[in-house]
């Protein structure tokens, strides 16, 4: 009985010790750290992001924050870079057709000019589009963002019905 019990014992430290997870519960001190230097974003995390970025940049073009547009245009920008850096092997990662809308818009909010600003606008969202298709994700369409009296949804810069 006693040798079943230490065998019990030693096949469950084996368990442990080979699930990465209930390790770093054993030093928690050093789980965070851990995580951060794995911790690769999805393609589609970036792209929750990215859509999060063209609702607010289309916000603050609408209400005339030039400075704040053109922050959210950089990280729209960055979310390109990192979209290819952090996923060199996936053919599905190459968001640079965004750039000349991109270079549309900073043109735009340099000058602050509404006009422009919501036309390089639609054709940033025709790029969305277009790539969605091309990658056998059509059903994700993106639109501009819908203002509503009651609340303007961050979500709104997608058609969730598929119209
Ligand atoms: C490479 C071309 C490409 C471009 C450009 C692109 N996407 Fe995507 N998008 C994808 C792919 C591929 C997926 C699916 C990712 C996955 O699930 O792995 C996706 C998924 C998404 C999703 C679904 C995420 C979810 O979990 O619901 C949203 C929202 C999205 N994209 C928004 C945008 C917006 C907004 C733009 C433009 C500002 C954009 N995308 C531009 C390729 C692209």
Known sequence: MSTMKHFAAVAILCVAASLPVMAQEQK??????????????????????????HFKLWYAGAVQNWPLADYELAQIRANIVD????????????MSSMTPPADDLEGAIKA????????????????CNSCHEATGFGFIKIREPRLSPIETSPFSDESFSGK
Do not use: C, I, W
Not at 30 to 53: A, F, K
Not at 83 to 94: E, Q, W
């Open 83 to 94: 979209a290819r850096k952090l996923h060199p092997d996936n053919s599905k990662s190459d």
């Open 28 to 53: 928690p001190e050093n789980s965070q750290e851990r995580s951060q230097d794995h911790y690769v974003p999805r393609l589609n995390t970036l792209m929750m992001v990215t859509q999060l970025g």
């Open 112 to 127: 602050k000019d509404s006009a422009k600003f919501v036309k390089a606008f639609s054709k940033l969202t025709a790029a």
